[in-house]
């Protein structure tokens, strides 16, 4: 089955480049070969319990807004990097480039794999939970 052949190459990858995030883009912005991709980097980032977060739509359901600052230009330069370095965006590299222009400094984000609480933050869920219990047996 491709998707587990391509959901080994993405755990393969996140354990060798030791991945604390993946950012993709969101399923429904691609094309069927794109939303392959994004499942498989899911399924991948659940095993490895590294959070995924995607570029989406800015006013798509669940969406924050982040703003690149000063660094916008440089994280432009990335993504057309990025890009470029995929043969297989080869056709469709001018129009992505071009619609990267159009974008300004910030980028609209979701998490499709959110990250695992840490152990200080399920204590203090816990601790918080216990406390209103013991208020409202009062």
């Given at each position: 089955h491709p998707g587990a052949d391509l959901t080994q190459l993405v755990r393969h990858a996140i354990r060798r480049?030791?991945?604390?995030?993946?950012?993709?883009?969101?399923?429904?912005?691609g094309d069927p070969d794109d939303t392959?991709?994004?499942?498989?980097?899911?399924?991948?980032?659940?095993?490895?319990d590294?959070?995924?977060?995607?570029?989406?739509?800015?006013?798509?359901?669940?969406?924050?807004?982040?703003d690149l600052g000063a660094d916008a230009?440089?994280?432009?330069?990335?993504?057309?990097?990025a890009a470029a370095a995929h043969q297989s965006q080869s056709e469709a590299?001018?129009?992505?480039?071009?619609?990267?222009?159009?974008?300004?400094?910030?980028e609209a984000l979701r998490w499709l794999v959110p990250p695992s609480p840490s152990p200080e933050h399920v204590t203090?869920?816990?601790?918080?939970?216990?406390k209103s219990h013991e208020h409202d047996t009062r």
């Open positions: 480049y030791c991945a604390d995030l993946l950012l993709v883009m969101a399923p429904e912005a392959a991709v994004v499942l498989a980097v899911c399924a991948a980032a659940r095993q490895a590294v959070p995924v977060v995607a570029r989406a739509a800015p006013r798509a359901s669940g969406t924050w807004m982040i230009a440089i994280a432009r330069a990335i993504q057309k990097s590299l001018p129009e992505l480039i071009r619609r990267l222009d159009l974008l300004d400094g910030r203090t869920i816990l601790a918080a939970r216990g």
